[in-house]
């Protein structure tokens, strides 16, 4: 069955600093694979996605994501955090298996510290 | 603006007591789907729509109704709320059920059962 895998579920950084959220899969068959933002009292946003056509997808708001297949990864990093990257953070997978819904992680709290 | 809409925002309610949680969307979506959100779990799949009268369960379906009478709206309907059903729930809409397939979230009901 597919799933996903969010190693920690709170990040802090610095201002400034780099920002790196992890994502792990399992999907037996080429996945397509989603970041999602939800900041404070908001529904989610796509940040970015996944669907074959490049190993490195750049989203909005300077994130950035590299599907790496052989370590099942998908991790989501930004050069410089800023203080309105603070939200949570969601990876999630669609396949066939899943029918082409969205498998979620558990989620990931980032906090931007001044 | 393309959009999802939810109402309410916010509902306070007593453990029996019928409630329905509406769902629209302007973009002219086939898919459509409802989510609960709760700390450490992520988001899990109550129920979707691949298009009008077609439902099917989620991950979690267990204590809620939905129904798909026309293409924008999708209703969540809690027949006898239990304080186990206490949880931010999203609706969320696509142009297709389909692998890769992008999902529109509205802006989330918290939901309280007392």
């Known amino acids: 069955a597919q799933s996903v895998t969010q190693l920690g579920s709170h990040v802090s950084v610095s201002e400034g600093a780099l920002v790196l959220l992890r994502c792990n899969y399992s999907?037996?068959?080429?996945?397509?694979l989603f970041w999602y933002v939800q900041y404070p009292n908001q529904g989610l946003q796509l940040l970015l996605k996944?669907?074959?056509?490049?190993?490195l997808v750049k989203g909005i708001n300077g994130f950035e994501a590299e599907f790496k297949k052989s370590e099942t990864s998908f991790h989501l990093t930004k050069p410089s955090a800023h203080m309105s990257d603070a939200a949570e953070y969601f990876c999630?997978?669609?396949?066939?298996?899943?029918?082409?819904?969205?498998?979620f992680g558990k989620g990931t709290k980032l906090s931007v510290k001044p | 603006e393309a959009q999802v809409t939810q109402n309410p925002r916010y509902l306070i309610t007593v453990t029996g007591k019928k409630l329905t949680v509406t769902c629209s969307q302007n973009?002219?979506?086939?898919?459509m789907s409802w989510y609960r959100q709760d700390p450490g779990l992520g988001l899990r799949q109550i129920y979707y729509?691949?298009?009008?009268?077609?439902?099917d369960k989620g991950d979690v379906p267990e204590g809620y109704k939905v129904s798909r009478k026309e293409k924008r709206n999708f209703p969540l309907i809690l027949e006898s709320p239990s304080p186990n059903q206490t949880s931010l729930y999203f609706c969320?809409?696509?142009?297709?059920?389909?692998?890769?397939?992008?999902?529109?979230f509205g802006q989330g009901t918290r939901l309280t059962v007392v």
């Open positions: 969320a809409s696509s142009p297709r059920q389909g692998v890769g397939t992008e999902a529109f």
């Open positions: 999907s037996s068959v080429p996945p397509y």
């Open positions: 996944y669907t074959s056509a490049a190993t």
């Open positions: 999630a997978v669609s396949d066939r298996g899943s029918q082409g819904n969205l498998i």
């Open positions: 973009m002219n979506h086939e898919y």
């Open positions: 729509s691949m298009n009008v009268e077609v439902t």
